[in-house]
């Protein structure tokens, strides 16, 4: 009988470490400011992007009065659009871009800002951007993706 109830004592004091290890850690992972990947934008499966309502048709969409979303896919080595056609998107406004990748794990970055975000295929990043007066921004991939990643690049037209 007395051994009985020692091993529920200790048992209970296990339990107890374990959770409050648990808790520590957990703790420790907020405290430290870790967080995931960027994943609000969701999750997407790289074989069916062309199933999905806005990637398959990637773009500008008008959202609100001063306020867009660009729906942009990257691959080996382009940016769709991006590369061959220009981003397009109005002066003074605020862009959301969603970015996935169909292929490997890219870069998004408008070059001389501090925009900038990995393009990782099944997943969609976001990042929210103000344009102010029309110009142009360079667009760079600046993860490794392959022999040509130094040429993946694209542009993006602030247009009046
Ligand atoms: Cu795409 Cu580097």
Do not use: F, R
């Given at each position: 009988m007395e051994i009985h109830r020692y091993e529920k004592i200790w048992l209970a004091g296990a339990l107890l470490?374990?959770?409050g290890f648990?808790?520590?850690i957990?703790?420790?992972?907020?405290g430290a400011g870790i967080e995931m990947v960027d994943d609000d934008g969701g999750?997407?499966?790289p074989n069916a992007i062309s199933d999905h309502p806005k990637f398959s048709e990637p773009g500008t969409y008008k959202t609100g009065e001063n306020e867009y979303d660009v729906y942009v896919v990257a691959y080996q080595f382009a940016f769709d659009p991006g590369t061959?056609?220009?981003i397009r998107v109005p002066a003074n406004?605020?862009?959301t871009f969603h970015i996935t990748s169909r292929d490997v794990v890219h870069g998004f970055e408008i070059v001389g800002t501090?925009?900038?975000t990995m393009a990782i295929p099944g997943q969609v990043a976001t990042i929210t951007v103000e344009f102010g007066e029309p110009t142009e921004y360079g667009l760079l991939c600046h993860e490794y993706c392959g022999s040509a990643h130094h040429a993946m690049e694209g542009s993006i037209q602030v247009v009046p």
């Open positions: 470490l374990i959770v648990i808790a520590t957990s703790y420790g992972a907020v999750q997407i499966e061959s056609d220009p406004s605020e862009v501090n925009a900038n």
